[in-house]
Structures are given as C-alpha cells and as structure tokens.
C-alpha cells in the first residue's frame, strides 16, 4: 500500500484564520479524496481532489470553505477558511487507484479552533 | 435514514469470546464493500474486503448478503488487541462515491 504523509499532524487555530493541510504520496495515485472526522463521529467525505482540474464536492461543502489543489498524482492540499470551532475536526486525506476500490488514509490532522 | 448503518455498541466481551457485528446498507447500487479498523486517535486501517462469497483472513470471517443489503464481520478467539471501532463501508459509481457507518466499538476484557 501507499505510504502517506499529511502536515500538520495538528494544529490550534484562531477563529476567522484559514488552515492549509498537505497531503503527500510515495507513489502516483490515481484518486485523492478529503473526509473530515469530528469528534465521536464516523467519516465523511468532503471531495475528491483530482488532478489538474477542480475538485468534485460532496452536499453540504463547497470550495469557498474547503478549497482543494492537486498539482500532480503525488501531493493535495486542503485549506479551511474562516474557521470556526465548528471546523474542529480531524481532516484525513485518502488514495486510491483505479482498478481496485480499496482506499488507504493518511495519518490525519487534528484541527482545534478556538 | 443512513446510507450505512451499525449498531455502535459498545460490545464488551471477554478475551476468547467470539463477537460478530452487522451493517446494513440502503443503496442497492453499492458495488462493493469493507471493513476498516479504527483505533482510538489513529486513521482507519482497511481490515479486510468483502465479497459476494464470503471471505476469511484468520480469525476474520466477512459476509455480504446482496437480497437483505448487510454485511457482517465475525471475529473469533478476540484478543485484547482487536479492542478499536469497526467500520462498515460501502462504495459505489467507481469509487466516487464512498459511504462510512458511523463505527461499532469493541472492548475485549482479560
């Protein structure tokens, strides 16, 4: 499986400030996808990244909030804008490749806002 | 109602014991599904696929019944270290288009 990095591994953050999270990949993927984990619950998908055009959004996000940037096959960045305490979340990017439909996650980033 | 469904627990039972969970899916279009393990402040780790047929990987045995849309993971001889969070999930369109339960704990005692 793929080795995958995110930085931060956490952060606090000020209310109305914007955070931006990495993503790296040893290896192209085909398919990166950003889910978010607020405490006590399960995940959901907030968009897939693809790679040289924009991200496909799930209901109830949308790129104002949550802009998405895939220059390559290897590397995504997720950026929370305007936080909000409500953004207080562990945000976990995935990959996976075509041809199989297996998704392995990163290590994930633990967001306080205050 | 939720795409995918679990009993969230917590199950507490004793080392040795065998435990089995059931999920359950509303979207007759899922193509394929799985379980991951989560343990507590880690990412999820896919535990194992699930197949029509039934498939098994040690003391891990997973079922899909497609007519009653559930999937079931049954884990014997339990060991201390299978104490995490289940998930279920389902994925269908490709993968464009993946759906997580919401996690069954378990807590294996000595």
């Known amino acids: 499986s793929a080795v995958i990095s995110q930085k931060p591994s956490r952060d606090i953050c000020q209310r109305g400030t914007s955070l931006t999270i990495q993503c790296q990949v040893d290896?192209?993927?085909?398919?990166m996808f950003w889910y978010r984990q607020q405490p006590g619950q399960s995940l959901t998908l907030i968009a897939t990244?693809?790679?040289?055009?924009?991200?496909?959004?799930e209901s109830g996000f949308v790129i104002d909030k949550f802009p998405i940037s895939r220059p390559n096959l290897t590397f995504s960045t997720l950026t929370v804008s305007n936080m909000s305490p409500e953004d207080s979340s562990i945000y976990l990017c995935?990959?996976?490749?075509?041809?199989?439909?297996?998704?392995?996650f990163g290590p994930g980033t633990r967001l306080t806002v205050l | 109602r939720k795409e995918v469904e679990q009993d969230p627990g917590p199950f507490n039972v004793p080392e040795g014991a065998t435990v089995a969970f059931n999920c359950t899916y509303s979207?007759?279009?899922?193509?394929?599904f799985f379980w991951y393990r989560q343990d507590c402040r880690k990412e999820p780790k896919l535990l194992m696929s699930?197949?029509?047929s039934g498939n098994e990987d040690g003391r891990f045995t997973a079922q899909l019944n497609r007519a009653s849309q559930y999937i079931s993971l049954l884990i014997r001889d339990s060991k201390l270290s299978d104490s995490a969070t289940y998930l279920c999930?389902?994925?269908?369109?490709?993968?464009?288009?993946?759906?997580f339960g919401s996690g069954t704990r378990l807590s294996i005692r000595p």
């Open positions: 699930v197949y029509s």
């Open positions: 979207n007759s279009a899922s193509q394929s």
């Open positions: 999930v389902s994925l269908y369109s490709s993968a464009s288009k993946i759906i």
């Open positions: 290896s192209q993927v085909t398919m």
């Open positions: 990244a693809n790679q040289g055009s924009e991200a496909t959004y």
């Open positions: 995935s990959v996976g490749s075509s041809g199989t439909d297996t998704q392995y």
